[in-house]
């Protein structure tokens, strides 16, 4: 079936004749995305998985060989548990709306724009005298570009996330793209505990004991993009937001390695800007500090 509407539809025609309650897909860089808002606005609930977990799955399965067919058993494998799981909701795909998926795809395309920029200006170096004004050329269309998509993106915030947008932006160190990238891929920020929202980001330290052995914590999975992101927001709010300066301070001061501080002040952000947008509050310097001194 080919990857439209109405390979959707065929689909869909499919799952709801097999009274299919729970579709579990890989995600695939975007390209699932039409396929999970046909489904989610058809009436059936979906997970979308990190391809590494459908993986971990199949080998815990004893399913080492990898092609279509097999992959398609193991997530029809992997849909049976999670449909049947206690906590079956966390593992449910939030249904988009219709301006976040707008935003979601301008987030996208301005990636794809920075990225070919990055590509065409690394070429420049080993290029030739005529090489060097094609690229130069292009590098000029790119710059172009990535202004009316970013004035698009600036346009659709106020136009539809305008109280999120200036909620965020009172932040020192959380710029315009940490702020697009929040509201377009972490729809969750401000509805869940400090916890999940750390977990979902991927900046949870993970246990890793076995007996009286107590490993060393770790953070694993979560969504990179958003993770990302807020380590960039991190980096600028050790060097200019106070908050996150003096913790991370803090932690260096009394011995702490230097990626576990930085882990941790992304985890402080990260749970000062839920907090934020679930209580609709502005940043507030003196509360955070506070509550920094006395952690």
């Known amino acids: 079936m080919v990857n439209d509407a109405t390979g959707w539809d065929a689909v869909i025609a499919m799952f709801k004749q097999a009274e299919v309650d729970l579709v579990v897909i890989e995600a695939t860089g975007g390209y699932e995305r039409g396929l999970v ?55 449910i795909t939030p249904m ?80 315009p793209v940490t702020i697009l990238t929040l509201t377009a891929a972490l729809p969750e920020l401000g509805r869940l505990g400090r916890r999940q929202i750390a977990k979902l980001v991927g900046v949870a330290p993970l246990a890793d004991d076995s007996g009286p052995r107590k490993g060393r914590r770790r953070i694993w999975g979560g ?8 380590y960039m927001a991190t980096m600028a709010a050790i060097r200019s937001n106070p908050v996150i300066k003096v913790f991370h301070n803090r932690l260096v001061t009394s011995g702490k390695p230097k990626k576990l501080a930085i882990v941790a002040s992304m985890r402080k952000l990260l749970t000062i800007l839920n907090a934020m947008l679930r209580d609709q509050s502005m940043w507030d310097a003196a509360k955070h500090l506070q509550t920094t001194k006395t952690a």
Do not use: C
Not at 42 to 71: E, H
């Open 37 to 91: 808002n046909a489904l989610q606005g058809a009436g059936i609930a979906v997970a979308r998985v990190n391809p590494r977990q459908a993986r971990d799955f199949a080998k815990s399965m004893g399913a080492l060989a990898k092609t279509d067919r097999v992959d398609a058993r193991i997530l029809r494998d992997f849909a049976d548990v999670l449909a049947r799981h206690k906590d079956r909701s966390t593992y």
């Open 96 to 175: 988009l709306d219709e301006q976040r998926q707008e935003l979601a795809a301008l987030m996208t395309r301005r990636r794809q724009l920075v990225d070919m920029r990055v590509a065409e200006s690394n070429r420049l170096e080993h290029a030739g005298k005529r090489a060097v004004r094609s690229i130069k050329t292009v590098l000029r269309t790119l710059d172009k570009q990535l202004v009316a998509v970013e004035q698009d993106v600036g346009e659709h915030l106020d136009r539809h996330f305008k109280e999120q947008r200036t909620l965020l932006d009172s932040v020192k160190g959380v710029g």
């Open 223 to 230: 969504r990179a993009d958003v993770r990302t992101v807020v």
